[in-house]
T-cell receptor, first 114, second 117 residues
Framework: NAGVTQTPKFRVLKTGQSMTLLCAQD?????MYWYRQDPGMGLRLIHY???????AKGEVPDGYNVSRLKKQNFLLGLESAAPSQTSVYFC?????????????FGAGTRLSVL | AQKVTQAQTEISVVEKEDVTLDCVYE???????LFWYKQPPSGELVFLIR??????QNEISGRYSWNFQKSTSSFNFTITASQVVDSAVYFC??????????????FGTGTRLLVSP
């Protein structure tokens, strides 16, 4: 009954360091998403994927890269972390397009960049 | 552009009070979807309801009810007889079709509901 699992749950980085956030879903969903949540701004879409091997940019893609080598996994990378990337990151998945289908969210990753 | 406005930043009520969370949206589309998600203190977002633009029937699920009015572009959420477990941030979201044809969600900024015993 896992659903969408994100690792790690918390991370502190120094400016310039790199890291990868992992998202795994066990619902055989085609679509996966990465969002960031900042105070007073709701959730904003960073990148998304409509299937294995595909990725596309969302609203705020700068500074992030993603990969979807396996259908169940969606990785979010920060190559050179900046303080502006301090945020809570959520992964989500859906069977069909996320604008009309229910999205299932992970528990989030709280990232601080010092 | 698609936009969702949740004007109430924070609402505080006492247990057993009824409370309504407002959601007003702007859309260029004739067909669209609206959602409500709940974010409890534990952090994850939990789906509550989806409504498409052709279905204007109000919906009731236990203590929760939703009032969809296209004439005023609103999709309000009411909790009847609130409980402490209802304390959370609630997000309203609207579908948005990109030029690629992909549909994404546009989220409001959320309303924090605090229910005191």
């Amino acid at each position: 009954n896992a659903g969408v699992t994100q690792t790690p749950k918390f991370r502190v980085l120094k400016t310039g360091q790199s890291m990868t956030l992992l998202c795994a879903q066990d619902m055989n969903h085609e679509y996966m998403y990465w969002y960031r949540q900042d105070p007073g701004m709701g959730l904003r879409l960073i990148h998304y994927s409509v299937g294995e091997g595909t990725t596309a940019k969302g609203e705020v893609p700068d500074g992030y890269n993603v990969s979807r080598l396996k259908k169940q996994n969606f990785l979010l990378g920060l190559e050179s972390a900046a303080p502006s990337q301090t945020s809570v990151y959520f992964c989500a998945s859906s069977m069909t397009s996320g604008g009309r289908d229910i999205q299932y969210f992970g528990a989030g990753t709280r990232l601080s960049v010092l | 552009a698609q936009k969702v406005t949740q004007a109430q930043t924070e609402i505080s009520v006492v247990e057993k009070e009824d409370v309504t969370l407002d959601c007003v949206y702007e859309t260029r589309d004739t067909t669209y979807y609206l959602f409500w998600y709940k974010q409890p203190p534990s952090g994850e977002l939990v789906f509550l309801i989806r409504r498409n633009s052709f279905d204007e029937q109000n919906e009731i699920s236990g203590r929760y009810s939703w009032n969809f009015q296209k004439s005023t572009s609103s999709f309000n959420f009411t909790i009847t007889a609130s409980q402490v477990v209802d304390s959370a941030v609630y997000f309203c979201a609207l579908s948005d079709i990109l030029q690629t044809g992909f549909q994404k969600l546009v989220f409001g900024t959320g309303t924090r509901l605090l229910v005191s015993p």
